[in-house]
């Protein structure tokens, strides 16, 4: 395979409403993914609002994953983090074939031969302050896509802000694309070196980002509207 093309969300932040709302975020998401005939999905943090969801809104959630059609890759961010009671270790999601919840169902890689690809990240697993892109792992296959939840440090004003990675951390995962959560909109992400953008939660920036990777060119980063 010569191209792979990602869609790549984040911040559905998934509550108890979504049981009965026509516009699930999950739903439109999984619509725009297969309408960009996409070869794998990646979300990048607080897809469920907070762990305390209950079992039927995960199992129906769950259901949706098994029916997306492609590999689906999850990391934990700070609303859904990995506790004793989270989302993922209670509720299925993990257990579904063709998903892939990182701290969970995988180590901090998720290794895909068919695509010679590898998706890693560090999952959320409390609720206290850590470094998203810490421990950047050397490259074992054509296509590394690196995926953190987090705040991208602009300037010193941030510095009081938690989950903080720098423009020199991003640049250092040498990742062909760097899928970022955490803020509601959408936007390119330090210093150039390394393609990195947050996706945007779905309700505000209302896209999803689409990642086309070719082989002697840099990742093709546009933004996919989402139906209603």
Do not use: K
Not at 72 to 85: S, Y
Not at 95 to 119: K, Q, R, Y
Not at 127 to 145: D, K
Not at 170 to 177: K, L, N, Q, V
């Amino acid at each position: 395979m010569t191209d792979l093309t990602i869609v790549h969300s984040s911040d559905l932040h998934i509550d108890v409403g979504a049981a009965t709302d026509a516009f699930h975020p999950l739903c439109r998401v999984l619509a725009a993914a297969r309408r960009a005939q996409a070869d794998l999905l990646l979300l990048a943090g607080d897809i469920f609002d907070n762990n305390r969801l209950p079992l039927s809104l995960l199992d129906s959630s769950a259901r949706l994953l098994a029916d997306a059609g492609m590999p689906v890759v999850i990391l934990p961010g700070n609303h859904d983090c990995l506790t004793a009671d989270s989302v993922y270790r209670r509720g299925g999601i993990s257990d579904v074939p063709n998903v892939h919840v990182i701290g969970v169902s995988a180590a901090e890689s998720c290794l895909f031969p068919e695509f010679d690809l590898e998706i890693w990240g560090r999952a959320h697993t409390d609720y206290a302050n850590m470094s998203p892109l810490e421990r950047p792992p050397a490259r074992t296959t054509r296509w590394q896509i690196g995926v953190a939840h987090g705040h991208w440090l602009r300037s010193a004003a941030d510095q009081h802000r938690g989950w903080l990675f720098s423009d020199e951390e991003i640049a250092a995962t040498g990742a062909d694309y760097l899928a970022l959560g955490h803020w509601p909109q959408a936007l390119a992400a330090g210093d150039g070196r390394v393609p990195a953008y947050y996706s945007g939660s779905p309700d505000l920036a209302g896209t999803v980002n689409l990642v086309r990777l070719s082989d002697g060119g840099r990742a093709d980063v546009r933004r996919l509207p989402l139906t209603r």
